[in-house]
């Protein structure tokens, strides 16, 4: 705050104003420095100025201490050849150009402040635009740095947006292959227990199944007696396995 309270006071109303509409902060402070560079130009052309006011109103008084010096001549040749009234004159004349001589001392004394003022402020100036310069280099630099690190936090944050893209699409692919592995597993289970093929069955009813279903449960409960009954009889033979048909 206090580099813009510096600032504020050296530019202009209408140079603080267009330093306030820049969005970048390097052409700011370049801005800036331009500002006051100018500024030191014109407090440069013052000085002149004022110097040159002051040489002539030196020059003035140069004239007026010559005219004085003249007039006391004039008067004691005036007084050597006994005109009186022609000395009067010229001590007049003198007294005039004393009192104007006085009035351009004050004039100098004026200026001559004015001239130190202005030495002082260009001083200033110009020590306020080293250190404006030295200041601006390192602001520029820190400028960079943050717009570094923004650019990566930006490229950081695009890559953590990717990758959680990625690794949402990953999880709905899993899902989808767990899901895909539960259908065929539920597939062969209906087909090792038979029910696949009989709703494959086209000429087949629900009867037809249920019919078909209680013979073989049969088939099974005489199979088991037969076994049994082998099993307590040992001198019956086992009924031997049907041949396995080629396929």
């Known amino acids: 705050m206090g580099l813009l309270r510096r600032i504020s006071q050296i530019f202009r109303a209408e140079a603080s104003g267009a330093l306030d509409k820049l969005e970048d902060p390097k052409q700011a402070l370049d801005f800036g420095l331009v500002q006051m560079q100018e500024n030191l130009q014109k407090v440069s052309r013052s000085l002149l100025d004022v110097s040159v006011a002051k040489r002539k109103l030196e020059m003035q008084r140069d004239r007026l201490d010559e005219n004085m010096a003249k007039y006391e001549r004039q008067a004691g040749e005036a007084l050597t050849l006994g005109r009186e009234d022609l000395a009067r004159v010229a001590l007049e004349r003198k007294q005039e150009s004393a009192a ?3 009035e351009l001392e004050k ?3 004026s200026v ?4 130190q003022s ?3 402020s260009q001083a200033s100036l110009r020590a306020s635009i080293d250190g404006f310069r030295v200041r601006k280099e390192e602001l520029t630099a820190v ?3 943050a717009r570094a690190q923004l650019q990566v936090r930006e490229t950081l944050t695009g890559i953590s947006r990717e990758t959680a893209d990625i690794g949402s699409a990953i999880q709905r692919a899993e899902e989808r292959i767990l899901e895909t592995q539960a259908r065929v597993e539920a597939l062969d289970e209906l087909v090792a227990v038979g029910t696949l093929e009989d709703v494959f069955s086209a000429n087949k ?3 037809d199944r249920e019919l078909e279903r209680i013979g073989r449960s049969a088939a099974v409960e005489a199979e088991l007696v037969r076994l049994k009954a082998a099993v307590e009889r040992p001198g019956i033979a086992m009924p ?3 041949p396995k048909q080629k396929t």
């Open 100 to 102: 104007h001589r006085g």
């Open 107 to 109: 004039s100098i004394g």
């Open 112 to 115: 001559n402040s004015q001239l």
């Open 118 to 120: 202005l030495e002082h």
């Open 143 to 145: 400028y960079d740095a």
């Open 205 to 207: 009813d629900d009867i």
């Open 240 to 242: 031997e396995a049907p």
